[in-house]
């Protein structure tokens, strides 16, 4: 349990030294993340059972994770308010298409490519 | 009465405390109605708590004093996701064009949609800007909208709204656009609502959480090349 936490934070902590030093616009987790997997397929060694249940236990509870910052919503709120309807159309409209047009490519290409390489 | 809750307000252990019981709450309620979008445990427990701060006075910064325990560990969650990534890791090299294809026309419709739908209803240029990387994970959200000249507190909020507004259609778009594949639903969550959207996609198969995070990762570098240099060729 506390060597996985220990290989996350590790490799946030790279991460962020990397963003920081090149000043990269991506945030230091991300970076994180992309080293780990890196890492990770080039060892060859698969997941160590202790970073897999530290990994799992972060995951399956990942929604809660964002509250804290959820309800900084609240600071904003008589913006909100007072835009509601800019914000709430763009929004809604925004991310159902955004959600609906990857979706989509991705099926139909799925079916082809793999059609493709089949034949 | 008053001295002692000023006392055990001040504590940040109370707002830790108040969180995980108003999110397991939440989740109980979810699962109890029979998991309908609408009461997304993010969305019911950030009315809960806005509601519990202000009906006792507390101020956000107040609250992020004890929250901010459980905000940290959002970095080492970041970074685990490269555990599930590297489990589909064989799925993925089967499908890496398409995969590249729909990252690239996710992006592109985020972005003109976002801006195309706020200029059609007649926003300013720098709420425009704001609401433009709408679907990317907060931090380089943030970090686009103070490069391209955006409102940057305010994107943070968008983008969280975004992310709960994202789980709450999903099964709408889903249906809509016939997208039945664990997979396709994973990525088309992360792409259109980044982490809470992947944290939804964790809830349908461990591949969708998978591909949920690669899509979140993929929309966010993209955009963070692709933005800038749409608002320096458009010009605003």
Redesign the interface.
């Known amino acids: 349990m506390l060597v996985g936490?220990l290989i996350?934070?590790g490799?946030?902590l790279a991460?962020e030294l990397f963003v920081v030093s090149l000043s990269l616009?991506?945030?230091?987790?991300?970076m994180?993340?992309?080293f780990?997997?890196v890492f990770?397929?080039v060892a060859k060694r698969g997941?160590s059972e202790y970073?897999?249940q530290?990994?799992?236990t972060?995951?399956?509870n990942?929604?809660?994770?964002?509250?804290?910052?959820?309800?900084?919503?609240?600071?904003?709120l008589d913006?909100?308010v007072r835009?509601w309807?800019?914000?709430g159309?763009?929004?809604?409209?925004?991310?159902?298409?955004?959600?609906?047009?990857?979706?989509?490519?991705?099926?139909r290409?799925?079916r082809?490519?793999?059609r493709g390489?089949g034949e | 009465m008053t001295p002692f809750w000023v006392y055990f307000a001040a504590r940040p252990l109370l707002w830790i405390v108040l969180t995980l019981v108003v999110f397991i709450f939440a989740r109980w309620l979810h699962k109890r109605l029979g998991g309908l979008s609408v009461f997304h445990p993010v969305l019911i427990s950030i009315l809960v708590l806005v509601a519990l701060l202000s009906l006792t006075g507390t101020d956000y910064d107040t609250y992020f004093e004890g929250a901010q325990f459980i905000h940290f560990l959002l970095g080492p969650a970041t970074v685990a996701l490269a555990v599930p990534l590297c489990d589909y890791f064989d799925r993925l090299r089967q499908i890496w064009l398409p995969v590249l294809v729909a990252s690239l026309c996710g992006v592109i419709t985020a972005i003109i949609s976002a801006s195309g739908i706020a200029w059609l209803l007649g926003a300013g240029d720098k709420t425009i800007l704001t609401l433009a990387p709408k679907s990317v994970t907060s931090p380089i959200a943030i970090g686009i909208v103070e490069k391209i000249g955006g409102y940057p507190s305010m994107a943070a909020g968008l983008v969280l709204m975004t992310g709960i507004l994202g789980c709450v259609l999903a099964p709408f778009v889903f249906r809509l656009f016939r997208i039945e594949d664990d997979v396709a639903r994973g990525f088309a969550l992360g792409m259109s609502a980044h982490g809470i959207g992947t944290a939804y996609a964790f809830g349908i198969s461990a591949a969708a959480g998978a591909f949920g995070g690669l899509a979140m990762g993929i929309a966010g570098l993209l955009t963070s090349f692709l933005l800038p240099l749409l608002v320096s060729l458009f010009g605003f």
């Not at chain 1, 990942?62 to 904003?76: E, I, N, R, S």
């Not at chain 1, 159309?89 to 099926?107: P, R």
């Open positions: 936490l996350l934070l490799f946030q991460g616009p991506v945030p230091g987790p991300v994180g993340m992309l780990m997997a990770l397929l997941v970073l897999r530290v990994a799992d972060l995951l399956s990942l929604a809660l994770l964002f509250v804290p910052a959820g309800v900084g919503l609240m600071v904003h913006l909100m835009e309807f800019v914000f159309v763009t929004l809604v409209f925004s991310t159902a298409i955004t959600m609906g047009v990857t979706g989509w490519v991705l099926v290409l799925m082809r490519f793999e390489r």
